[in-house]
């Protein structure tokens, strides 16, 4: 976060007894400029691996002092509510996280291993979108066809939401 002056590091750069908050911080400004939507967090006996995968990358490991594990994984649980939700497999949870201007919706799970949790990071930057149709058409090329063929369809619901009034003719 710049503005309060906040500035990642890289994850190799950081001290073996670097806060949990910190960590997290690195290893998100890591991601976010890879394009990597998931990141994976698994205790080995040895280290802590890290991974970051997507559709468009290559599956990149970074290894971390296996100390930090504890601290991080508490730290998600905490932001995401896992910890709220009792025990159940796998657990899942969701927070925001506040990058360069952007709001990231990042969606955790966890799912027990045999040297700790093994958690997945999901990072979505979340857009909402305040524009015309033929404004978001050219972004959303399918939007109109999809909401068509829902419409058409008559199975389950489908719910319209706007901030202005609007005219709906029978």
């Given at each position: 976060?710049?503005?309060?002056?906040?500035?990642?590091?890289?994850?190799?750069?950081?001290?073996?007894?670097?806060?949990?908050?910190?960590?997290?911080?690195?290893?998100?400004?890591?991601?976010?400029?890879?394009?990597?939507?998931?990141?994976?967090?698994?205790?080995?006996?040895?280290?802590?691996?890290?991974?970051?995968s997507g559709r468009r990358l290559d599956d990149h490991d970074v290894e971390?002092?296996?100390?930090?594990?504890?601290?991080?994984?508490?730290?998600?649980?905490?932001?995401?509510?896992?910890?709220?939700?009792?025990?159940?497999?796998?657990?899942?949870?969701?927070?925001?996280?506040?990058?360069?201007?952007?709001?990231?919706?990042?969606?955790?799970?966890?799912?027990?291993?045999?040297?700790?949790?093994?958690?997945?990071?999901?990072?979505?930057?979340?857009?909402?979108?305040?524009?015309?149709?033929?404004?978001?058409?050219?972004?959303?090329?399918?939007?109109?066809?999809?909401?068509?063929?829902?419409?058409?369809?008559?199975?389950?619901?489908?719910?319209?939401?706007?901030?202005?009034?609007?005219?709906?003719?029978?």
């Open positions: 976060d710049r503005r309060r002056r906040l500035r990642p590091v890289l994850p190799e750069m950081l001290r073996d007894d670097a806060p949990a908050a910190d960590r997290l911080r690195a290893l998100a400004a890591e991601a976010i400029p890879r394009g990597a939507p998931r990141v994976r967090i698994e205790p080995r006996r040895e280290a802590m691996r890290v991974t970051y971390q002092p296996r100390g930090a594990y504890v601290g991080l994984a508490r730290l998600l649980e905490g932001l995401s509510g896992m910890a709220s939700r009792g025990r159940v497999v796998p657990r899942e949870g969701r927070f925001l996280l506040h990058a360069d201007g952007r709001r990231i919706a990042v969606s955790v799970s966890a799912m027990p291993g045999l040297e700790g949790d093994s958690l997945t990071l999901d990072l979505r930057d979340e857009r909402v979108a305040q524009a015309s149709r033929d404004e978001l058409e050219p972004a959303l090329p399918d939007l109109a066809r999809a909401v068509d063929r829902l419409s058409e369809s008559a199975h389950g619901l489908l719910i319209v939401a706007g901030s202005d009034a609007v005219e709906v003719g029978a």
